[in-house]
């Protein structure tokens, strides 16, 4: 049977239409995915007028698309560019941080999802737990990777010999002559005995277990606990989570900032 009824006037079509298009999100909501803090915190951020969108201050409940809007927070860009992933993995011991192992051991990127392809951001002894950063994003990779931006990195190590001495820990934290040269001064603390807290900003092939054992207290297992300002406790052995927004912005101001050291020479 044909449809007799009229057609509807040409304006009321295309309002139909135009609520089929993408209206975009709430600037709040964009916010808060990106990790700027709860709705309500990202309410405040914009009505204090912190956030502009293509260059104008925006209003509160202000539509955007993240795509092909500009938005900023403190005029600093937000939103990674589209097809970067960003993970941060708890590593377990036994895994490796290679592409590939002829031992037929597991490795690390076959924790996360296979597509896009990533690589890990320096490397962790397969004996060594703990966080490490996986990305398709040479560039970020290449600055933390590199040891003139090196971040600092963080280690717990519990290592045999019972309590290192005074003289010991000073000596970890002034530098020990190790077969490549001497290691750059550290933070070492022994917040209960035999467990150390070393934070370094080199990536020397396992230097923490070489520091250790410079000074006669050999590593008996030692996990990273913090890359920068990245640290998460909650993250158990084998699991995975992207970086939020705001922890890839810090992460990218820690970089910038050892830049920035070590070109006045520290
Ligand atoms: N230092 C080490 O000895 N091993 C690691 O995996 C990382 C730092």
Redesign the pocket.
């Known amino acids: 049977m044909v449809d007799r009824r009229p057609e509807p006037p040409l304006w009321e079509q295309l309002a139909a239409k135009s609520k089929l298009l993408p209206q975009g999100d709430r600037l709040q909501k964009v916010l808060a995915r990106l990790g700027f803090g709860s709705r309500r915190v990202c309410e405040e951020i914009i009505a204090a007028g912190r956030v502009s969108v293509n260059g104008e201050v925006a209003g509160l409940g202000r539509r955007v698309q993240v795509e092909t809007d500009r938005i900023e927070v403190d005029g600093v860009p937000v939103g990674a560019r589209p097809g970067l992933v960003y993970y941060l993995v708890n590593k377990p011991t036994g895994v490796v941080t290679t592409s590939s192992d002829t031992h037929g051991r597991p490795i690390v990127i076959d924790i996360v999802p296979p597509e896009p392809r990533v690589f890990s951001v320096g490397r962790?002894?397969a004996d060594?737990e703990g966080l490490i950063l996986l990305t398709n994003d040479g560039d970020l990779a290449n600055m933390i990777a590199h040891p003139s931006h090196g971040v600092e990195k963080e280690?717990l190590a519990e290592v045999d010999g019972g309590e290192v001495t005074s003289s010991q820990l000073k000596r970890l934290r002034d530098g020990v002559e190790l077969d490549d040269g001497p290691t750059a001064p550290a933070k070492v603390s022994q917040p209960e005995t035999g467990v150390l807290r070393i934070v370094i900003h080199e990536g020397r092939n396992?230097?923490?277990?070489?520091m250790c054992d410079a000074v006669g207290h050999p590593v008996r297992r030692?996990v990273?606990v913090r890359i920068g300002p990245i640290s998460d406790r909650s993250l158990r052995p084998g699991e995975w989570r992207e970086l939020s927004m705001e922890e890839l912005r810090a992460l990218t101001e820690a970089v910038a900032e050892e830049t920035r050291k070590y070109d006045r020479g520290r």
């Open positions: 962790l002894d060594t280690y396992r230097q923490v277990r070489r030692l990273r």
